[in-house]
């Protein structure tokens, strides 16, 4: 197990994000959480991840309490995320954007990057490696020096996702991946996501896509108003009553058969 969520629940004053959800997530799964706008997904991203700390509940990362961990001490810990708006460094380079990703991971103090010592210089061309690496894995090893704003928006998000990858996470966690993106962009993210898959990080994504999550997804939590309402595989999740009556009462877009 991954990912152990007990009974988490969130409330901002008098709205209740989060009620009540637990969920585990497997080692080298994809798995999706999904539901209708405001359902609690992003909310349950933040409170993973601590940028905000559940209002009860426990959350456990590879057995090991995590909730009250430090944002940045949980990147330590293994996992990492994307963001539903994409949030790269636009005025950096390509590598340098997954350079900086690589940074919790760099073991170089102050006095070994001034005076460059040998152990910095082997730990520098080792980080370098490992990102054009990263590059060549999401497809954009022929845009290393291109601004990173100056890339068309797939190229973004898949920037963003090989800065994630970079800290050599356990857990990736993306919000949204496929917003925004052409159906080739799609595809290509597919087979991405399918690739990480392979090299053993474990995948929690929310996604409004729902073709592309049903193709993907090992299994699946529906969240609606901030409450669990379904959990199982794609197949499971397609065939459940309450689900889609959740999404037929929601906008179109968010339609199962969409
Ligand atoms: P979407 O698919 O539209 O991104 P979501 O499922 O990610 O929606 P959340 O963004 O988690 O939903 O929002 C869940 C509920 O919590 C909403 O009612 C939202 O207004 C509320 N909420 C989220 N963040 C905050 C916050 N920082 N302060 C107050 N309320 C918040």
Not at 108 to 118: A, M, N, Y
Not at 126 to 142: C, K, P
Not at 155 to 161: C, T
Not at 212 to 232: H, P, S, W, Y
């Amino acid at each position: 197990m991954v990912l152990e969520l007990k009974n988490v629940t969130k409330n901002f004053g008098g709205i209740s994000a989060l009620t009540d959800v637990s969920f585990t997530i497997n080692e080298g799964e994809i798995f999706g959480l999904i539901g209708p706008n405001g359902a609690g997904k992003t909310t349950m991203f933040n409170v993973i991840t601590n940028m905000f700390l559940p209002t009860s509940g426990e959350i456990n990362f590879l057995g090991e309490k995590i909730s009250g961990t430090k944002p940045h001490k949980i990147t330590d810990k293994g996992i990492c995320r994307t963001f539903q708006n994409i949030r790269l460094f636009s005025q950096m380079t390509v590598l340098e954007n997954v350079l900086v990703g690589r940074h919790c991971r760099s073991k170089s103090g102050v006095f070994s990057s001034v005076f460059r010592t040998k152990s910095q210089q082997s730990e520098e061309a080792m980080t370098r490696e490992a990102a054009t690496e990263l590059l060549d894995l999401v497809g954009l090893s022929d845009y290393e020096d291109v601004i990173a704003e100056n890339l068309a928006y797939g190229q973004q998000r898949r920037l963003e996702i090989a800065r994630a990858l970079a800290s050599n996470p356990k857990l990736l966690l993306l919000d949204e991946p496929a917003a925004g993106m052409n159906e080739t962009e799609t595809e290509n993210l597919f087979d991405l996501i399918k690739e990480v898959q392979k090299k053993g990080v474990t995948v929690l994504l929310i996604e409004h896509d729902m073709p592309f999550v049903m193709k993907l997804c090992d299994r699946i939590t529906v969240l609606n108003f901030g409450k669990k309402l379904a959990e199982g595989t794609p197949e499971e999740i397609q065939n459940n009553k309450d689900v889609i009556e959740a999404y037929l009462g929601s906008e179109e877009d968010d339609d199962l058969d969409a």
